[in-house]
């Protein structure tokens, strides 16, 4: 964080901790926060709690809703962006977000990339649109839908 104010650097880190005696949670998460805050740190700070879910105990349709959750910050963590607080890139996990991306002038404009679940279907028309903005598809990797393995 101090090397990014320093030279203007967009450097970012992942914190893996399995939180025993609650150290990420009471510890390590508050200490960021907090120098980020005395520092004056422009920058942003997620934390995520996980747990396995097997996916034989429910079923995965059953489930998708509830695992489509967290796709949305797995494709953050892998690629190094920010949907919530970065207009240049979008995500789609669903047919009906197709319509409103594109009918919204204003995020055509923004987005740069736009990452689209690998089941969400964009029409002719809608794929024209994006494609005039200039704008990259990429389609989210298989491994993220396990319903795809056999």
Do not use: Q
């Given at each position: 964080m101090e090397l990014n104010e320093k030279d203007?650097?967009?450097?970012?880190?992942?914190?893996?901790?399995?939180?025993?005696?609650?150290?990420?949670?009471?510890?390590?998460?508050?200490?960021?926060?907090?120098v980020m805050k005395k520092e004056k740190y422009a920058a942003r700070l997620k934390y995520m709690k996980v747990e396995y879910v097997p996916i034989s105990e429910d079923g995965y349709w059953e489930r998708a809703e509830e695992l489509l959750k967290y796709i949305r910050e797995l494709v953050e963590l892998e690629n190094g962006i920010d949907f919530g607080h970065d207009p240049s890139v979008e995500i789609l996990l669903k047919d009906g977000e197709v319509a409103a991306f594109v009918g919204s002038k204003k995020r055509l404009a923004a987005c740069r990339t736009l990452y689209r679940g690998h089941n969400v279907l964009i029409g002719s028309k809608a794929m024209s649109e994006i494609t005039k903005h200039g704008i990259e598809v990429k389609t989210i990797p298989d491994y993220y839908f396990p319903e795809l393995e056999d």
């Amino acid at each position: 964080m101090e090397l990014n104010e320093k030279d203007g650097g967009h450097r970012s880190f992942i914190l893996v901790n399995n939180n025993d005696e609650g150290i990420c949670e009471n510890v390590t998460y508050e200490r960021l926060k907090r120098v980020m805050k005395k520092e004056k740190y422009a920058a942003r700070l997620k934390y995520m709690k996980v747990e396995y879910v097997p996916i034989s105990e429910d079923g995965y349709w059953e489930r998708a809703e509830e695992l489509l959750k967290y796709i949305r910050e797995l494709v953050e963590l892998e690629n190094g962006i920010d949907f919530g607080h970065d207009p240049s890139v979008e995500i789609l996990l669903k047919d009906g977000e197709v319509a409103a991306f594109v009918g919204s002038k204003k995020r055509l404009a923004a987005c740069r990339t736009l990452y689209r679940g690998h089941n969400v279907l964009i029409g002719s028309k809608a794929m024209s649109e994006i494609t005039k903005h200039g704008i990259e598809v990429k389609t989210i990797p298989d491994y993220y839908f396990p319903e795809l393995e056999d």
